[in-house]
């Protein structure tokens, strides 16, 4: 089961909550990004981690349509 979804809107969706546009350079929507960092700093991690994986997942995102959608 992959960890992504497509929104009807054309945006990727991590189960995480980060939703992720691919239309805009896989930047994340401001709200769902508010809401990730919210909960990674919850888990004690600092903004650079909390970057980096933001990062991590957008590029995990990109390859995921690339490999499933074409």
């Known amino acids: ?17 980060l939703e992720v546009q691919p239309e805009l350079d896989w930047l994340p929507t401001p709200e769902s990004l508010q809401d990730y960092a919210v909960l990674r700093r919850d888990e004690g991690l600092d903004e650079a981690a909390i970057l980096h994986a ?17």
């Open 1 to 17: 089961m992959s960890a992504w979804y497509i929104l009807p809107n054309g945006n990727l969706k991590h189960m995480s909550g």
């Open 54 to 70: 933001v990062m991590r997942l957008a590029n995990e995102g990109e390859a995921w349509l690339k490999d499933n959608v074409g």
